[in-house]
């Protein structure tokens, strides 16, 4: 969505209720959830929102800055909850400047634009924030933009339970699986055997399911490499720059345009 600047805003210093005018009140969201992610900036630092009433917003932090009355103000949507299917995000691309990024690091941002200066101009760049309260990845797209925009993005699903009559992962070992169903089996050989007397018998069925253990962690092992390693292998290769577009539009655009000589 895009920047929110209408109205004005008033706020005193070490608190954090924010009240806007009518004009501003009817321009912000209906509701703000604080899984959201939206933040709003009266100075230079940018305060979360966690709230909003009728002509307020309620910030996660005091206000720390001058006391402002009727006040400019911009309350943006910075960090975005993706679908709960999510896995891993691949390569991010906005075709109205035919531009694409690849997720960064949360450290990367900070190192760049702690107090996220740019306030318009369009996405430049996706930053990955790990999950949310609610489990679901979060990431925040910067700069802002005055008019709404549109990313399309590339991910890996996170991969459903199977149940009993689905077909198995063609990645999937079935040999590997049976190792694991052997330590019930063993169990309930063992508890047979106890419950008939054998004590005998179900001491060896119980030392086997205590053996399988064993050799079933080292084969959740296996799995887990091997799963990551399909990964590796099919996912988008990584690449070192923020973005590829076909306008020069920063510094960093202009030393990625001029030929080598």
Same mark, same amino acid.
């Given at each position: 969505?895009?920047?929110?600047?209408?109205?004005?805003?008033?706020?005193?210093?070490?608190?954090?209720?924010?009240?806007?005018?009518?004009?501003?009140?009817?321009?912000?969201? @209906? @509701?703000?959830?604080?899984?959201?992610?939206?933040?709003?900036?009266?100075?230079?630092?940018?305060?979360?929102?966690?709230?909003?009433?009728?002509?307020?917003?309620?910030?996660?932090?005091?206000?720390?800055?001058?006391?402002?009355?009727?006040?400019?103000?911009?309350?943006?949507?910075?960090?975005?909850?993706?679908?709960?299917?999510?896995?891993?995000?691949?390569?991010?691309?906005?075709?109205?400047?035919?531009?694409?990024?690849?997720?960064?690091?949360?450290?990367?941002?900070?190192?760049?634009?702690?107090?996220?200066?740019?306030?318009?101009?369009?996405?430049?760049?996706?930053?990955?924030?790990?999950?949310?309260?609610?489990?679901?990845?979060?990431?925040?797209?910067?700069?802002?933009?005055?008019?709404?925009?549109?990313?399309?993005?590339?991910?890996?699903?996170?991969?459903?339970?199977?149940?009993?009559?689905?077909?198995?992962?063609?990645?999937?070992?079935?040999?590997?699986?049976?190792?694991?169903?052997?330590?019930?089996?063993?169990?309930?050989?063992?508890?047979?055997?106890?419950?008939?007397?054998?004590?005998?018998?179900?001491?060896?069925?119980?030392?086997?399911?205590?053996?399988?253990?064993?050799?079933?962690?080292?084969?959740?092992?296996?799995?887990?490499?091997?799963?990551?390693?399909?990964? @590796?292998?099919?996912?988008?290769?990584?690449?070192?720059?923020?973005?590829?577009?076909?306008?020069?539009?920063?510094?960093?655009?202009?030393?990625?345009?001029?030929?080598?000589?």
């Amino acid at each position: 969505p895009a920047n929110i600047t209408a109205g004005t805003v008033s706020i005193t210093q070490d608190t954090t209720l924010i009240t806007g005018d009518a004009t501003a009140a009817a321009a912000w969201p @209906d @509701d703000i959830p604080i899984d959201e992610g939206w933040f709003i900036r009266l100075g230079t630092p940018w305060y979360r929102v966690v709230s909003r009433g009728a002509l307020t917003l309620t910030l996660a932090t005091p206000y720390t800055e001058s006391t402002i009355s009727s006040g400019t103000y911009i309350l943006k949507h910075r960090e975005f909850a993706l679908p709960r299917a999510v896995k891993r995000l691949g390569i991010f691309s906005h075709q109205r400047y035919s531009a694409t990024m690849y997720p960064k690091p949360l450290h990367a941002i900070i190192l760049a634009d702690p107090a996220r200066t740019i306030v318009d101009g369009g996405p430049q760049t996706v930053v990955d924030l790990g999950s949310g309260i609610d489990g679901r990845k979060l990431i925040e797209v910067y700069p802002g933009s005055s008019t709404p925009e549109t990313l399309d993005y590339v991910y890996w699903s996170t991969a459903e339970h199977l149940q009993a009559h689905d077909p198995l992962p063609q990645t999937l070992d079935a040999s590997q699986l049976e190792e694991g169903v052997k330590i019930n089996a063993y169990e309930w050989l063992g508890n047979r055997a106890a419950s008939a007397g054998q004590w005998d018998g179900a001491q060896i069925y119980f030392n086997l399911r205590d053996r399988q253990r064993t050799i079933w962690e080292a084969y959740k092992r296996d799995l887990i490499r091997q799963d990551g390693a399909i990964d @590796d292998l099919t996912f988008v290769t990584q690449h070192a720059r923020r973005a590829e577009s076909r306008d020069i539009r920063t510094a960093e655009d202009y030393v990625w345009a001029k030929p080598l000589s």
